[in-house]
């Protein structure tokens, strides 16, 4: 077998294979047997017809057509380890010449992993931030605990900034309505510029039955472009007025979070978690910043095939998670005020970063030889077993040999991450 490659680009190649008659002769062998299984001659049982009896049943041209089948199949992963390249996907193959029983030439071509040249990841230049909690911290997280423990009453008045309202409304746009602008028995609470400019402060003053209209116009900078800088009309219902009555944030309201004698302690209890959350996000920040830095340090580009595979991913969660919400893909788009178009092009990029950071930190791996041990692996199983213990299908999926692999490459992944911090700390 002689190989030939060219590169198509950095991610692509295409082989020139040449198969002389040695490489053909057991090809040709396989095809027959193969052929004469489902033969059928006079006087012999189906598939007990011997090869060279049933060559002179063959047709010539359904014997050449499964020896090069079988030729090309045999021969074409292994042409590929010759010039050490390694296909994502099986490659797509063309018969260019063929003379039975003397030579075959054909071409493959596949999106292959490409070559990475790391930079120095040793240098990346990247600070790890201290965590930090700020006393504005601490003083929201007491505000919402003062908030879940807050009476709410109906009363029969103006509505006013910090009350909740009840209310039905409906947005139109040169008369019609548009899509993510309705609701009803909507729950707001006033001042917290959870809707755009005007609409919240155009509710004061209202009392439970008023229905009136708000004529609003979106800011320019808005998500969907069909409303950005639109000038709208809202119908509103004010359906309910209820006064909030935060209770005060003192001892009292400290001994009813938990173990604490005094507000002091809840507040120290507050910033001990708080410094732990954000130590555990800045270390992941970290992480992030390392692999970004030394993707731009680094020769890599990302296979296309890999990018749509991401993206299908990315999509894949999100139309979950709208599924969870009752919604389908494309009308949690319209609730988060986005469009295909502009989440496709975002969608790539995250897709893109993803697949160079992969590449990147399998290279460093290799290059490190950090591995991971089956014992390690059989201990990480067990232990998911325990967390899924009362679903049944996520157990059986903890058997699969590809999980059990895919566990085992995100093993290495943390494991490399790890290294790549350590080299930088």
């Known amino acids: 077998m002689k190989t030939k490659l060219k590169k198509l680009s950095d991610s692509k190649v295409e082989l020139t294979v040449t198969l002389d008659s040695k490489d053909l002769k057991p090809a040709k062998e396989k095809a027959l047997e193969k052929l004469a299984k489902e033969l059928k001659v006079e006087g012999f049982r189906k598939g007990k017809v011997p090869a060279e009896i049933a060559k002179k049943f063959i047709p010539e041209n359904d014997l050449n057509a499964e020896t090069i089948d079988f030729a090309v199949r045999t021969t074409v992963i292994e042409a590929f380890k010759e010039v050490s390249k390694s296909p994502l996907v099986l490659p797509n193959v063309t018969v260019t010449k063929m003379v039975p029983d003397e030579m075959i030439e054909y071409t493959a071509i596949a999106d292959i992993v490409p070559e990475v040249k790391l930079g120095d990841y040793k240098k990346l230049g990247v600070k790890k ?230 590449l990147v930190l399998q290279t460093l791996a290799v290059e490190q030889k950090i591995a991971i041990s089956d014992e390690l692996v059989a201990a990480k199983i067990a232990e998911l077993k325990d967390v899924y213990k009362k679903s049944p299908d996520a157990l059986k999926s903890l058997k699969d040999p590809n999980v059990k692999m895919d566990i085992k490459n995100r093993m290495i992944i943390e494991a490399t991450l790890d290294y790549l911090v350590k080299a930088n700390g």
């Open 129 to 358: 931030p201290e965590a930090k909690v700020t006393e504005k911290e601490i003083k929201e997280i007491l505000d919402n605990i003062a908030t879940s423990y807050a009476d709410k009453k109906a009363v029969k008045k103006a509505a006013a900034l910090g009350d909740e309202v009840l209310i039905d409304f409906v947005g139109k746009k040169d008369g019609e309505a548009f899509k993510g602008g309705s609701a009803k028995d909507y729950k707001l609470t006033l001042g917290s510029n959870t809707f755009i400019p005007g609409f919240e402060d155009g509710i004061v003053g209202h009392e439970p039955g008023d229905k009136f209209d708000l004529k609003l116009t979106f800011p320019k900078d808005y998500g969907v472009k069909d409303l950005a800088g639109a000038k709208t009309v809202f119908e509103v219902l004010v359906k309910q007025v209820n006064e909030i009555k935060k209770v005060p944030i003192d001892d009292e309201l400290a001994k009813k979070c938990g173990p604490f004698k005094n507000l002091s302690e809840l507040k120290a209890d507050i910033k001990k978690n708080l410094e732990a959350q954000n130590a555990h996000k800045l270390e992941e920040k970290f992480k992030d910043d390392l692999v970004n830095a030394l993707v731009k340090k680094s020769k890599v580009s990302a296979p296309e095939i890999l990018i749509n595979d991401q993206m299908r991913m990315i999509r894949d969660d999100m139309t979950r998670n709208a599924a969870a919400q009752g919604l389908s893909f494309e009308e949690f788009l319209d609730a988060n005020h986005e469009t295909l178009e502009n989440w496709e092009k975002e969608a790539r990029k995250i897709a893109e970063t993803r697949v160079k950071a992969s």
